[in-house]
């Protein structure tokens, strides 16, 4: 098994490419060892000193450090986590826990405008930035203002400021005049 590395705009955050399928469809984002539960992968990876975040994708793992530690130090022990997972024929998620789709639901009057927002960000923006290594979902629509969640490689971007606000929230006013700011939710 040959497993491919790619930098991302995050510093912090490495993207690994297994050459083989993570998850389905969806993606699943474990912003904290407790929260790896649902995933014997997740779990291995949050085994190795220095891991702070990891997020799957359909055919990545981004993995997340804590600033104290250098990549040179701990990309080897993620690598032989990653084969070994594989390896031992585990599922990436535990049964009982499903990936997400992404977007949050939102009922109320202005669900054209938000099915135009949720298109926008399936077609044009998620493609993207899941080639960096993460994702941004739909979280809510009030009053004009867009909030996302992002996930991966895009939380904590020192360039995750500039993508929202000169990238995405440029786009959605562009096509959609209802839309007149974007923030990010934690």
């Not at 649902?38 to 779990?43: C, D, F, K, V, Y």
């Not at 085994?47 to 990545?60: E, K």
């Not at 990936?99 to 009057?109: F, I, N, R, V």
């Not at 490689?153 to 606000?165: D, E, F, I, M, Q």
Request: net charge negative.
């Amino acid at each position: 098994m040959f497993i491919q590395t790619e930098s991302t705009p995050n510093p912090a955050t490495l993207k690994f490419l297994p050459g083989q399928s993570v998850l389905e469809m969806g993606t699943a984002d474990f912003p904290t060892s407790d929260s790896a539960g649902g995933s014997p992968l997740a779990t291995r990876l949050f085994a190795v000193d220095g891991v702070s975040g990891v997020f799957f994708g359909t055919d990545f793992v981004t993995v997340t450090k804590s600033d104290d530690v250098a990549w040179d130090h701990i990309k080897p022990s993620l690598l032989g986590a990653i084969m070994e997972h594989y390896q031992s024929g585990e599922s990436v998620m535990a049964s009982d826990h499903a990936p997400t789709s992404g977007h949050a639901d939102h009922d109320g009057e202005d669900g054209e405008v938000v099915g135009q927002i949720k298109e926008l960000l399936d077609s044009r923006v998620r493609p993207a930035v899941a080639q960096d290594g993460g994702d941004i979902t739909f979280h809510g629509f009030d009053r004009g203002v867009v909030y996302l969640h992002m996930q991966g490689a895009c939380a904590g971007c020192p360039s995750s400021t500039l993508t929202l606000k000169m990238g995405i929230e440029n786009l959605l006013r562009h096509y959609i005049p209802e839309v007149t700011e974007v923030r990010p939710v934690a």
